[in-house]
C-alpha cells in the first residue's frame, strides 16, 4: 500500500509542474523547489488532480519462497538384524527296542532206548511175537519187575519157535540180579529145545547177551547180530 500512495503522490506533483508551465511560456520558470514529497500517510483523497496512469511497473506481487524441504532422516548405518538361523529340526527320539522275550526251548524228547531198539528189531524178518505182563516175566525169567525201570520181553505165540526178545533199563545195583535171571533163562530154553526141535536149539544157543550202562539186550533170533547193532545205537 505504501509504494501505491507514493506512485500516486509523484504522479500528481507531475501534474501540477505540467501546469505552471503552460500559464507563462515567456517567462522564465522560476526554479521550482524541490517538490515536497507528502507523507505516505496522507488519503489520495485530498489530491484535485487527476491521478494519470503511469508507466510504473505493477508491483510485482510478493513471492514467498518456498518452504524448504526438510530432508527426512537418513537411514541409518546400522544393519538390519541378521535374520536367526532357522531352528534345527528335532530328531525324532528312537523308540525304545523292547528287549525280545526268549521262547522257551522245548526240551528234546529223551529217546526211549528200550523201545527204539525194539522199533528197529521189529523191521526185521522176524516171526509174529507177544508180549510179556509182569506175572509171565515172573513166572518164566525169575526177574522182579521192579528191578526194572521198563522193559520189553517178547515171545512167539506159537510153540514151534524159539524166537525171544528181552529188552530192559535196569535200576541202579540190580544188573547183576537181572542179569544171572537172562542166563537162567537161556539155560532153560536150551534144555527145552534139546528134546523138541534141533533146529531152534540152534538158535537157542546161538543167543546174544550184551549189556550197555543200565540196558541189558537177550535175543534168541537169526537176526540176533542185528538187534545187537540196533541195541548199540540207542544204549551207547
Known amino acids: 500500500m505504501n509504494r501505491r500512495f507514493l506512485a500516486l503522490a509523484l504522479a500528481g506533483t507531475l501534474s501540477l509542474s505540467l ?3 503552460c500559464g507563462s511560456s515567456k517567462e522564465p520558470a522560476p526554479e521550482s523547489s524541490a517538490p515536497v514529497v507528502e507523507s505516505p500517510s496522507a488519503s489520495p ?19 514467498t519462497p518456498p518452504a524448504e524441504e526438510t530432508p527426512s532422516q537418513a537411514p541409518s548405518a546400522a ?41 528197529d528189531i521189529s523191521k526185521l524178518d522176524i516171526p509174529s511175537l507177544t508180549d510179556l505182563d509182569d506175572a509171565t516175566l515172573t513166572a518164566l525169567y525169575g526177574i522182579d519187575p521192579a528191578d526194572l525201570d521198563s522193559y520189553l520181553c ?11 526178545f528181552f529188552i530192559a533199563k535196569v535200576k541202579d545195583g540190580k544188573m547183576d540180579t537181572v542179569k544171572a535171571a537172562v542166563e537162567k533163562r537161556q539155560d532153560d530154553l536150551e534144555a527145552q529145545w534139546s528134546q523138541y526141535l534141533p533146529e531152534q536149539l540152534e538158535l537157542v ?13 537177550f535175543a534168541v533170533s ?11 545205537t540207542y544204549t551207547k
Open 19 to 21: 501546469l505552471a508551465g
Open 45 to 63: 483523497e485530498a489530491s484535485p488532480s487527476p491521478v494519470l496512469p503511469t508507466d510504473s511497473p505493477a508491483a510485482l506481487p510478493e513471492t
Open 79 to 119: 544393519p538390519s538384524a541378521k535374520p536367526s538361523a532357522p531352528a534345527a529340526t528335532p530328531k525324532p527320539t528312537q523308540k525304545p527296542t523292547s528287549t525280545p522275550t526268549p521262547e522257551p526251548v522245548e526240551p528234546e524228547p529223551q529217546v526211549d532206548a528200550v523201545q527204539s531198539t525194539w522199533n
Open 154 to 164: 517178547k515171545m512167539p505165540m506159537v510153540n514151534v519157535q524159539a524166537t525171544e
Open 205 to 217: 544157543q546161538n543167543y546174544k547177551l550184551v549189556t550197555n550202562g543200565n540196558y541189558i539186550l
Open 222 to 232: 537169526e537176526y540176533a547180530d542185528q538187534a545187537v547193532t540196533a541195541f548199540n
